[in-house]
Every structure is written in structure tokens, then in C-alpha cells.
């Protein structure tokens, strides 16, 4: 059996349709189309460019589905030219109706009173409008559905947001005797689909910089050499930072009634071992609390006295300078 092949939509001459039988009952007129090639009569079939379906099919009834699919082409240079097609289609359509006014609505509608609904229908969603498909399934005709040009499938498993070949028949100019309205069947013949491909992109995450670990939070558990208190309502934060040859201890006040840029005080004790002197920078940037150093541990300890004593004769001294000021 020799395949046919359709009509593509740039090869259509509008002149050569040819209207045959008409055929008529209580609701509706249908005048059937055929399509003139080099003399020879032949059924209107087209082959469209690939459009995106994009929904789910409709049951109207048990004979057909109805389906409705955006003008978006998938190659887009291509959409022009198929909303143009479509276009000239109705132009003809209205054109022969005119002329063939007596012989289409005589006997049912005024032909002054008859709206033309056209191929593409308005939109919200999408710009360049829709066409409306019925799929077929009675004893005389049934759309053939595929996968790929290959694979039959059902009307339930017809996929949604994947490429659509059709072959569509430019079947017949129905008349709708009871609302005053006639408009262009499209029978589609095949519906082949195509999952729709969706670009990957095969990258994985840098390993962390220097710069980006830094912005890290430490657990408190793992800070080394920094401790914090409280002195009473005055907040004070003891601050200690780690050197290799010296201990400072820098003093941040929340209290205005307290200048520690200018605040120093000297401690003396009885003892010769060690002193802690209090004195300011010659910037007045900071106050600093130093200690002499032990030749045997130079880490980060402050160094009151060798002797317990005078360790805690110059603690007892320290805390009753801290309880002064506060």
C-alpha cells in the first residue's frame, strides 16, 4: 500500500479548493472540501509545522476529545508563517461564502445575519492564540495517536508539555443552522508526540575559598584564648588576645560616665617578683594591663606573683580597684 503525503501549508493554492457534496440535517449544514492537484481531486491534507502541546485533552463525548494547542511553534521562525496560512485560509472561506450565500443558507439562515468563527481562537495565556482539535473515535473515523512516529498510544496517555506533529484535513464548512454561525473543520488525521527536551547543565559547587571558611561560626567550645564577662549593669567585656611574646587585656565599656581611653591605674604590691602596670598608649587608643612573663611559659597567662601570697594579695587588690569603678 503507497503512503500519501500531505500538503505542506507553503504549497496551498487557495484557488484550487474545490466544495463537493453537501450534506444536511436539522441542526447543522456541512459542505465538504477537496483540494485541486494538477486536475486531480484529492483530499485537503497539510502537514503543519511542530507545535508544543502544552494541555490535557477534553472529553466532550464517547466519539471525540477535544484539544487545545497553543500556536508556539518549535522553530520559531516558522510561527509567522502558520498564523498567516491560517489567516488567508479564513479570508477564502468568507470570500466563497459570500459568493455561494443562496446555495449554503438558503433554506436555514439569513446569510446578512451568519458570524464566521475563525481557525485560531484568542487567548489569555497565549499571545499568538490557540487552535482547538478534535479527536475523533466512532466507526467511520478514528486519529491515530503516536509516540514518535512509531508507538500507538490512547487518548489517556496523550503527554502533556511535549512536541506535536499533525496532519490535519481541511474536512468541511459547517453551518450551525440554530445559532446563526459557521466556522472550518479541521479532522486531524495523526498526532505524533514528542517528549519536549529539557537542557542539564553538568556542574557541581567550588570547594569553600579561604575568605568564604573565615564567615564560618566557631562553636563556642572551640575558642581558644577569648573569654568575655560581666561586671554588675556597667557590661564590661574582657577581651583577651593571644600573642606570642605579651597578654593584653583590652577594657569596652557600655557606660558613658566611664573615659577608659584616659583611665589608668597603677598596682603596686609588697612584693618584687612581679608588678602589673596600668599606663595609656601615646595614641590614648586602648588601656593596657601588663604582666611580666616567665622564661618558661610565655602563652597567653598573666603573671601576678610567683608566690601564692603575692598572687593573692595582688588579686585582692585588683577586685577592689574593678568594685571602685563600678
Request: glycine content about 0%; overall charge negative.
Amino acid at each position: 500500500m503507497n503512503l500519501q503525503e500531505p500538503f505542506r501549508i507553503h504549497q496551498i493554492d487557495y484557488n484550487n479548493l474545490i466544495y463537493t457534496k453537501i450534506k444536511t440535517n436539522e441542526v447543522k449544514k456541512i459542505i465538504f472540501i477537496k483540494y485541486n492537484d494538477t486536475n486531480n481531486c484529492k483530499p485537503f491534507v497539510i502537514q503543519i509545522p511542530t507545535l508544543l502541546n502544552l494541555n490535557e485533552p477534553v472529553k466532550i463525548s464517547e466519539e471525540y476529545y477535544e484539544l487545545e494547542v497553543p500556536l508556539m511553534t518549535q522553530e520559531k521562525d516558522k510561527s509567522s508563517s502558520l498564523i498567516n496560512f491560517f489567516e488567508e485560509l479564513d479570508k477564502k472561506i468568507v470570500q466563497d461564502a459570500k459568493t455561494n450565500s443562496k446555495t449554503w443558507f438558503e433554506g436555514s439562515i439569513q446569510s446578512n445575519s451568519i458570524k464566521y468563527k475563525k481557525i485560531i481562537k484568542e487567548s489569555d495565556l497565549y499571545k499568538d492564540g490557540v487552535i482547538k482539535i478534535k479527536i475523533i473515535n466512532n466507526l467511520e473515523f478514528k486519529t491515530m495517536l503516536q509516540i514518535e512516529n512509531k508507538k500507538r498510544i490512547s487518548i489517556k496517555e496523550l503527554p502533556v508539555n511535549s512536541w506535536c506533529k499533525m496532519l490535519l484535513e481541511i474536512y468541511a464548512i459547517v453551518i450551525n443552522i440554530q445559532n446563526n454561525t459557521f466556522s472550518l473543520f479541521l479532522r486531524p488525521i495523526i498526532l505524533s508526540f514528542k517528549e519536549k527536551e529539557v537542557s542539564n547543565y553538568n556542574y557541581k559547587f567550588l570547594e569553600d575559598s579561604d575568605s568564604e571558611k573565615e564567615d564560618i561560626d566557631i562553636p563556642d567550645s572551640e575558642i581558644n584564648g577569648i573569654f568575655i564577662k560581666k561586671i554588675k549593669d556597667n557590661n564590661y567585656e574582657f577581651l583577651k588576645e593571644n600573642n606570642n611574646t605579651s597578654s593584653q587585656v583590652n577594657i569596652i565599656s557600655s557606660k558613658e560616665d566611664l573615659n577608659l581611653q584616659t583611665f589608668h591605674t597603677q598596682i603596686l604590691t609588697s612584693t618584687t617578683e612581679s608588678s602589673i602596670e596600668s599606663s595609656t598608649s601615646s595614641n590614648n587608643q586602648s588601656d593596657k594591663i601588663e604582666s611580666s612573663t616567665s622564661s618558661n611559659n610565655n602563652s597567653d597567662k598573666i603573671k601576678l606573683s610567683e608566690s601564692s601570697d603575692s598572687s593573692d594579695k595582688t588579686e585582692e587588690l585588683l577586685n577592689k580597684l574593678l568594685d571602685t569603678k563600678n
